[in-house]
C-alpha cells in the first residue's frame, strides 16, 4: 500500500512538473508574440518600390538622382534638402511624372502614393477620397505603425458637391482637410482618423489611455500628440 501511495505521488509530481513547464512556456509564446514589430523609415533602402509586396521585402530599385520632386500646386522642381509632406516625382531627364510605384524612399524620407492610401483604406474609410491620386505623401512617424498625413473628405459629399456646379465644385475642393493616417503595415491597411473616437480606437488598439472627446471633430496637433505616445 506505502509503495503504491509512493508511486502515484511520484507520477502525481511529474504531471505537475509538466504542466508547469507547458504553461511557462505558453507564457513565453505570448510574451513574444505580443511584441509589436517596428516599421522604421532608416530600413528601407533607397529607391522606388512597385509593389506592397517589394516594400514588404525591402526590395527597392535604387534611382540615384534620376528622379526629383514636384510641388502639389503648379509642379515646379523641388530642391532635395527641402522637407515636403506631400509631392508629386518625376524623372529627370524627360520630365515624366512618376505614377505606377507604390513607395519611394527619397533622400532618407519615406513617401507612399496616394492612390494605395485609399485602394487599401479599411473598411470603415473606404468613402474617403482626394484630389492627387498619383502624388505621394511623406511618412511623418514610424514604430508600431506607420503615420502620414493628408487632405481628404467624404466622396459622397464631395460627388454632391461638385453636381451643384461651379459653385459646388469650388465647394468640393474646400471639403478636403488634413487628416491623420495610420498605415498598419502587417494588415496592409490605412486608417482615416477623422474623429475623436476613431483616434480613442487607435490608442486603445496600441495599450494607450483614452482621451476625453469633448467634440466629435478633432483637431490635427491633437492627433500629432498622441499618435507620438503609442506609436513606439
Known amino acids: 500500500m506505502i509503495k503504491k501511495l509512493y508511486?502515484?505521488?511520484?507520477?502525481?509530481?511529474?504531471?505537475s512538473e509538466i504542466n508547469a513547464q507547458d504553461t511557462a512556456s505558453r507564457e513565453t509564446t505570448e510574451t513574444v508574440s505580443n511584441v509589436a514589430k517596428s516599421y522604421l523609415v532608416k530600413d528601407f533602402p533607397q529607391g522606388v518600390y512597385k509593389t506592397y509586396d517589394n516594400f514588404i521585402e525591402k526590395s527597392s530599385i535604387n534611382?540615384?538622382?534620376?528622379?526629383?520632386?514636384?510641388?502639389?500646386?503648379?509642379?515646379?522642381?523641388?530642391?532635395?534638402?527641402?522637407?515636403?509632406?506631400?509631392?508629386?516625382?518625376y524623372f529627370k531627364k524627360n520630365n515624366?511624372?512618376?505614377?505606377?510605384?507604390?513607395?519611394?524612399?527619397?533622400?532618407?524620407?519615406?513617401?507612399?502614393?496616394?492612390?494605395?492610401?485609399?485602394?487599401?483604406?479599411?473598411k470603415e474609410d473606404r468613402n474617403m477620397s482626394a484630389d492627387n491620386p498619383n502624388s505621394y505623401h511623406k511618412v511623418l512617424n514610424d514604430g508600431k505603425f506607420l503615420y502620414l498625413e493628408g487632405p481628404f473628405a467624404n466622396a459622397w459629399s464631395k460627388a454632391f458637391a461638385y453636381n451643384a456646379g461651379a459653385a459646388g465644385?469650388?465647394?468640393?475642393?474646400?471639403?478636403?482637410?488634413?487628416?491623420?493616417?495610420?498605415?498598419?503595415?502587417?494588415?496592409?491597411?490605412?486608417?482615416?482618423?477623422?474623429?475623436c473616437e476613431d483616434l480613442n480606437t487607435l490608442i486603445?488598439?496600441?495599450?494607450?489611455?483614452?482621451?476625453?472627446?469633448?467634440?466629435?471633430?478633432?483637431?490635427?496637433?491633437?492627433?500629432?500628440?498622441n499618435i507620438e505616445k503609442i506609436i513606439k
Not at 538622382?65 to 510641388?71: L, Q, S, V
Not at 465647394?171 to 477623422?194: D, H, M, P, Q, Y
Not at 489611455?209 to 478633432?218: L, R, T
Open 7 to 15: 508511486v502515484l505521488s511520484i507520477f502525481c509530481l511529474f504531471i
Open 63 to 89: 534611382m540615384g538622382d534620376a528622379i526629383e520632386r514636384h510641388t502639389i500646386f503648379g509642379s515646379k522642381p523641388i530642391d532635395k534638402d527641402v522637407e515636403v509632406d506631400q509631392a508629386f516625382f
Open 96 to 122: 515624366v511624372k512618376i505614377t505606377d510605384y507604390f513607395a519611394i524612399v527619397y533622400n532618407g524620407n519615406l513617401y507612399v502614393q496616394q492612390r494605395y492610401l485609399m485602394k487599401f483604406a479599411s
Open 169 to 195: 465644385g469650388a465647394l468640393a475642393a474646400n471639403l478636403n482637410t488634413l487628416k491623420g493616417i495610420v498605415f498598419n503595415v502587417e494588415k496592409k491597411e490605412f486608417s482615416f482618423i477623422r474623429e
Open 204 to 225: 486603445v488598439q496600441y495599450g494607450g489611455v483614452k482621451i476625453e472627446c469633448k467634440d466629435k471633430k478633432i483637431d490635427i496637433l491633437t492627433v500629432r500628440e
